[in-house]
Structure formats: structure tokens, C-alpha cells
């Protein structure tokens, strides 16, 4: 009797354990971690264009917005002629700094006919320092920097992973407990120990706000933010009702990676603006040609 209900406990810590490995393999990305990579990949080429740039003797041009013809293909437009041989490496530190990992294929095409001037693939950077094409004349004029990542095996997710574990423990677990082991002395009653609370996020009118799992939730409605909308929500939320200059908030959200970006600010606050349209109480006010407010009834 007890070797069956050994032999069954153990099939089904088993039959878990791999029910766990399922779950974990069949995960696929979920829309807002594509949408996060996009918007780092976004970052890093406007980082990279910055920097071109700059080192082209221009500091003043409009850096054009990327474009994104599909999943794993990002365009981006330069009005004027750049270094080559500079673009590997300040890419390459650009996805670094944005932690974006994954081979990608990099191409300079031309604006108006899109055909291929220059071009090299990451693994070339990575295997031998040096890229093909290097030290090439380039013509003058519009060209377009294009990256394109190479698939990659679908992202797990943390409750997927959580799910994995959690099925391994309940097996050793199983395991544990039907093993058969001496009974222990009993021990005397101790006192209980006080329970840990668990840090509180902010509450702005009806929303409550995690900035530490980037979460909004309003009413019985939660949303995942970005990192840089979660940043941005996270300074408004702690200067209620104050005015915050453009300066002061692309200081404090974007200039710790040095780019700066002033149409980012009207985008983002655009995001949050329909995020917290659900709650009355809460306003973001654009003052013209200052910045931004947001106003909180009753604060």
C-alpha cells in the first residue's frame, strides 16, 4: 500500500513537473514586450543618428521619425551623408545601451531608389572587429539607415517560468513527504513573527500606480506601461499640480541615455492623457510653450 501511493504520488509530481516544461516552451511574446522592444530599438537609432550626426558636423537637423515596415524591420531617414565606418561601432553601443540582444542585418540604402550603397550583418562586428564595406566613398545626399533582426525563439514569460518552478518544488515536495523519515521531536510553540509589508505604490485620485512592476490600475482595469511612460507617469504623479517645463521633463525622463527627443515629450503625455481619461479628477495640462501639469481635484 505504501509503495502505490509512493509510485502515485511520484507520477503525478512528474506529470506536473512536465506539464510546467509545456507551458514554458508554448509561451510567445506578448504585445507590450514587443511594443517596449520596439521602442528601445527606437531609442538606439535615434541615439545612433544623433551621434552620425554630430560627428558629421551637424547638430542642428531633424532627426526624422523611424519607420517600422514590419516585426522585425526598422527604417530611418538621413538628410545628409555620415561616416561608415563610425555607424557599426555607435549602433552597436546604441542596442548595448538599451539592452537589445539578437543578430541584425544593417543596410545604407538610398532615400529615393532604395538600393543597397553599403551594408553588413552584426555577426561580421562581433567575429573580427572590422565590417565589410569599410572605407568606401559614399555618395552624397538622402540615405536610409535599415536594420533588420533576425527571428528569434518566441520570449517566456516571468509566470510562465514561475509556473516551471513552481511544478519542480511541487514534485521534490511530493517526494519529501512520502519518503519515510524518523518522527521529529515537537517543538515549542515560538512567537509569531511580524509579516513584512510589502511596499505601497502611489494613488493619484481613483489610480493607483506601481512604479516598481510599471502597472496602472483604474477602477477594476489594470494596464502594463512602458518604461519610459512608467518614468514619465512616476514624475507627474510625484509633482501633483505643479508646472513642469519641457526642460525639467526631458531631464529627468529621457536625458540620462543623452538624447533628447522634444517631440517624445507631446507623444508620451499623449499616452498618458488616455490612460487617465477614465478618472475625472485627474488632468494633464499643456501650458503653451512651458510644459505640462497635471492637475488633481481635491489634492
Not at 510546467?20 to 543618428?49: M, Q, Y
Not at 541584425?104 to 550583418?121: F, K
Request: proline share 6%; charged share 20%; glycine share 6%.
Amino acid at each position: 500500500m505504501k509503495q502505490t501511493r509512493l509510485f502515485g504520488l511520484l507520477a503525478l509530481g512528474l506529470a506536473l513537473m512536465l506539464a510546467g516544461w509545456f507551458t514554458i516552451r508554448s509561451v510567445e511574446a506578448t504585445p507590450s514586450a514587443d511594443r517596449n522592444r520596439a521602442d528601445a530599438v527606437n531609442l538606439a537609432l535615434r541615439r545612433t543618428a544623433h551621434h552620425l550626426l554630430r560627428h558629421a558636423g551637424d547638430s542642428t537637423s531633424r532627426i526624422a521619425p523611424v519607420s517600422q515596415p514590419d516585426a522585425q524591420t526598422f527604417r530611418l531617414a538621413l538628410s545628409r551623408s555620415f561616416n561608415y565606418d563610425q555607424l557599426p561601432r555607435l549602433l552597436q553601443t546604441s542596442f548595448e545601451q538599451y539592452q537589445i540582444r539578437g543578430t541584425y542585418d544593417v543596410a545604407v540604402l538610398d532615400c529615393d531608389t532604395q538600393t543597397l550603397q553599403l551594408g553588413y550583418t552584426a555577426s561580421d562586428l562581433l567575429a573580427n572587429e572590422t565590417v565589410p564595406c569599410g572605407g568606401r566613398d559614399q555618395q552624397a545626399g538622402c540615405l536610409t539607415l535599415q536594420v533588420t533582426f533576425r527571428e528569434t525563439a518566441p520570449a517566456t514569460s516571468s509566470a510562465a517560468v514561475g509556473w516551471g518552478l513552481a511544478s519542480l518544488a511541487l514534485f521534490l515536495g511530493f517526494v519529501y513527504t512520502a519518503w519515510p523519515r524518523p518522527t521529529p521531536e515537537p517543538l515549542a510553540p515560538t512567537a509569531p513573527q511580524p509579516q513584512v509589508q510589502a511596499p505601497v505604490g502611489l494613488t493619484i485620485g481613483s489610480v493607483y500606480f506601481d512604479p516598481n512592476n510599471q502597472t496602472v490600475r483604474i477602477g477594476e482595469v489594470s494596464h502594463t506601461l512602458t518604461y519610459r511612460e512608467a518614468k514619465l507617469l512616476r514624475l507627474f504623479a510625484e509633482h501633483p499640480n505643479e508646472l513642469l517645463t519641457r526642460e525639467a521633463i526631458l531631464g529627468a525622463v529621457w536625458e540620462d541615455e543623452g538624447v533628447t527627443v522634444g517631440r517624445s515629450v507631446d507623444v508620451f503625455v499623449s499616452r498618458l492623457r488616455k490612460l487617465l481619461q477614465p478618472d475625472p479628477t485627474l488632468k494633464l495640462v499643456a501650458v503653451h510653450g512651458v510644459g505640462y501639469r497635471l492637475t488633481v481635484a481635491n489634492w
